[in-house]
């Protein structure tokens, strides 16, 4: 379905070759060699107006939310609303045609794709930035700094049986524990029940969940036995309000790892995961304000990112995806983030 992409470099304007790696049938794979003009950093001086609906994941609002105001406030003829269904129901809404962008932290799901296919919804997907996902207690929590994923693993399953502190490590409070997560809609719950658990949508359900992230950080926040998890986004807007705590994936021999740029950059930090959104082939096609400001994300990606504290891919992504995306190449971003064969999620 996604191809590699390489070729002269794409920055700045003129013509450049850019080779494109298709994945062809049978397992084959098919080369296919285009010219293309690339013109990069620039402007459209036509005039933009028209309406843009974007629907799905709390995780990616914050970004996409800076994205449609900053983009607002130079075209201000063009109207953006985004709203927050989790992952799981923007793409309801999304793979039937309802929505023209669907925020999303994971890939689409095979079941929603096929969905789309049969309503002749067809999509581009778009990397947009890196969520270190955190797991937060309440900021006077002195007795766990670091937890491990087996841990969060005998607290999340679908059948377990810690109901307190104590029965996770002996010398911890014997007191109950108070779990806050993101509710079946989200995507955020279905990379952390994959990731963690070990299958996607299997947790216990008795918890406080919540699409929205600010409902979570409100819960741990006022509850002194807390334990809950979201996006960094949220945990960086919060930080005098909750605590972060490092993770070990010791199932993989590994070390306490803090939340941070380098590690998320690096999937060093076990719960890095890439952040997307889909954009509708169709509103792509017939609406110029959708297509500039699809191109005005990702070419302010990196800034984006920083501003509402997630991690941006490397400089050189957000420069070559803008530039084929200006080109009319809709496929193969995902491979210019070079995330293949890391701990990026299903896809």
């Known amino acids: 379905m996604l191809g590699l ?3 002269p470099s794409l920055l700045g304007g003129g013509v ?7 994945g062809g049938t049978g397992g084959g794979v098919q080369t296919v060699t285009r010219t293309v003009t690339v013109t ?3 402007q459209t001086s036509v005039q933009l107006a028209g309406d843009i609906e974007v629907d799905g994941s709390s995780t990616v609002y ?7 105001e900053q983009f607002m406030n130079i075209h201000k003829g063009v109207t953006i609303s985004v709203g927050i269904s989790g992952t799981g129901g923007g793409f309801k809404r999304f793979v039937i045609g309802e929505t023209d962008i669907n925020d999303a932290s994971r890939p689409i799901l095979r079941a929603e794709a096929e969905t789309a296919a049969k309503n002749g919804v067809e999509w581009i997907e778009v990397p947009v930035a890196i969520d270190a996902l955190v797991v937060v207690v309440h900021p006077s929590n002195n007795w766990v700094d670091c937890i491990t994923i087996s841990e969060l693993r005998a607290i999340w399953r679908p059948d377990s049986t810690v109901k307190l502190w104590s029965d996770i490590r002996p010398e911890w409070p014997n007191q109950p524990i108070k779990l806050y997560g993101p509710g079946p809609d989200s995507g955020t719950f279905d990379y952390f029940t994959e990731r963690v658990v070990g299958k996607s949508k299997a947790s216990r359900t008795d918890y406080v969940a919540s699409e929205d992230d600010n409902v979570l950080v409100a819960g ?4 002194r036995l807390s334990l809950g998890y979201f996006g960094f986004s949220y945990f960086a807007e919060n930080k005098d309000r909750i605590k972060v705590l490092k993770v070990k994936d010791d199932l993989a021999g590994g070390e306490c790892v803090e939340p941070s740029d380098e590690t998320a950059r690096t999937f060093t930090y076990p719960l890095a995961r890439p952040l997307f959104i889909y954009v509708n082939k169709k509103s792509w096609d017939t609406k110029p304000h959708l297509r500039e400001f699809v191109i005005y994300y990702v070419e302010n990606g990196a800034m984006l990112a920083h501003k509402v504290a997630y991690t941006p891919f490397l400089d050189h992504y957000y420069k070559k995806a803008a530039a084929l ?3 009319g190449i809709t496929d193969g ?3 210019l983030t070079n995330l293949k064969n890391k701990n990026a999620g299903p896809h």
């Open 333 to 335: 971003l995902y491979e």
């Open 220 to 223: 741990v926040e006022s509850d």
């Open 62 to 68: 914050p970004l996409t939310e800076a994205a449609a």
């Open 40 to 42: 990069t950093g620039t």
């Open 16 to 22: 450049s070759t850019v080779t494109v790696t298709v």
């Open 325 to 327: 995306l200006r080109a």
């Open 5 to 7: 992409l390489t070729g």
